[in-house]
């Protein structure tokens, strides 16, 4: 099973606490996303 994650606005603010402005900026203008996997058991 496989799910992907898009609603990472918390982490973004998080690590923007310690970022530059620019790069911050940067930072949430692009698309990021985690991807979890798992095995199913059979």
Known sequence: ???ID???AAI???QAR???FLRALE???Q???????T???R
């Open 1 to 3: 099973m496989t799910s």
């Open 6 to 8: 898009t609603r990472l």
């Open 12 to 14: 973004h603010r998080a």
């Open 18 to 20: 310690h970022m530059s």
């Open 27 to 29: 930072r949430s203008t």
């Open 31 to 37: 698309h990021r996303y985690a991807i979890c996997a």
């Open 39 to 41: 095995k199913s058991a």
